[in-house]
């Protein structure tokens, strides 16, 4: 029943995340938002909802590891997995503000959460604060660097400008409950899990929970680089990682402090997190500039798989 319970939890967080996704977006347009502050802002925030359930969940049940677990695989899984695997489908271009811009505040995030775990154990309430005004001021400044170069927002359907407050608010409540419902499921699983195989709620949360919550984001990357459409960008993959630390983690803290339960956490699985997003810039550059072809994303991918076994092993 464990594992029916993790299967239904994933696919309620993959269904409510969708509801979501198209409830914000649609009541951003009746608030009369331009589709580059939702396609940067909204559809972030709702995209990260699934993790920010589970976090939230596994914290206020104790299982602190699956809350710091989940986001540190699935920031793990963005780069590895799903870059990795689209990349060698059909390689992708970088662009300049990568490098100027999203990849120093992922790793600045990145860093920050290392040094806040490590220097008390912990993330506090204040600490939580401290991150969401970061994202905040990120946002900011993410918002403004977009006016200045005119950025178009791909991505967002303008069917939606038309929906109904009826519609919107079933999609709400749908959504919602999907989320919550499959939150519980999810994190009663993987516990549940973790005591039959006798290994930790860490393991099973960077592995297979983050894999889960990281599905969503690979199956539209896949499609799309099959049908030779534009795949997911790598602008979107660093803001979900910048979001899953700041908004995530963050807002979980506020509501309840997050501690280090394992201390592999901290002696292993943030350290592969720090360098999967610090590995993008000599990809990035050498030898061909500005392109992840397919065999830097053979290397990500492999390096993933190094990840997952040296995980189950230890």
């Known amino acids: 029943m464990s594992f029916?319970?993790?299967?239904?939890?994933?696919?309620?967080l993959v269904v409510g995340g969708e509801f979501l996704v198209r409830s914000s977006v649609a009541l951003s347009f009746k608030l009369k938002l331009s589709k580059m502050v939702i396609g940067l802002t909204v559809v972030s925030f709702a995209t990260s909802a699934p993790e920010l359930l589970v976090s939230l969940q596994a914290a206020l049940s104790g299982f602190s590891d699956i809350s710091l677990g989940n986001v540190i695989g699935s920031n793990i899984a963005n780069i590895g997995?799903?870059?990795?695997?689209?990349?060698?489908?059909?390689?992708?271009?970088?662009?300049?503000?990568?490098?100027?811009?999203?990849?120093?505040?992922?790793?600045?995030?990145?860093?920050?959460?290392?040094?806040?775990?490590?220097?008390?154990?912990?993330?506090?309430?204040?600490?939580?604060?401290?991150?969401?005004?970061?994202?905040?001021?990120?946002?900011?400044?993410?918002?403004k660097r977009a006016r200045k170069v005119k950025v178009e927002v791909e991505g967002i359907d303008d069917?939606?400008?038309?929906?109904?407050?009826?519609?919107?608010?079933?999609?709400?409540?749908?959504?919602?409950?999907?989320?919550?419902?499959?939150?519980?499921?999810?994190?009663?699983?993987?516990?549940?899990?973790?005591?039959?195989?006798?290994?930790?709620?860490?393991?099973?949360?960077?592995?297979?929970?983050?894999?889960?919550t990281s599905v969503p984001e690979l199956a539209a990357s896949v499609i799309a680089a099959l049908r030779k459409e534009k795949a997911i960008s790598l602008g979107n993959l660093i803001g979900s990682n910048i979001f899953n630390i700041a908004s995530v983690l963050g807002i979980t803290a506020i509501i309840q402090p997050i501690y280090v339960a394992s201390e592999a956490i901290l002696t292993s699985d943030i350290f592969w997190m720090l360098g999967f997003a610090f590995i993008l810039i000599p990809l990035a550059f050498l030898p061909e500039k500005f392109i992840l072809s397919r065999y830097k994303g053979i290397i990500m991918f492999i390096g993933y798989v190094i990840f997952i076994g040296t995980a189950f092993l230890n």
């Open 159 to 212: 069917s939606l400008e038309k929906t109904s407050n009826f519609k919107i608010g079933v999609w709400l409540i749908i959504g919602g409950v999907a989320l919550w419902g499959g939150s519980e499921l999810l994190v009663s699983g993987a516990v549940d899990v973790a005591g039959m195989l006798g290994i930790s709620e860490r393991v099973i949360s960077v592995t297979v929970i983050a894999i889960g």
């Open 81 to 143: 997995l799903v870059l990795g695997i689209t990349a060698i489908i059909s390689p992708l271009t970088v662009d300049r503000d990568f490098y100027k811009f999203n990849w120093p505040v992922m790793m600045l995030f990145s860093i920050a959460l290392y040094f806040l775990l490590s220097s008390g154990g912990y993330l506090s309430r204040f600490e939580g604060i401290v991150l969401v005004v970061a994202l905040c001021l990120y946002l900011f400044f993410l918002i």
């Open 4 to 12: 029916l319970f993790i299967i239904i939890g994933l696919t309620l």
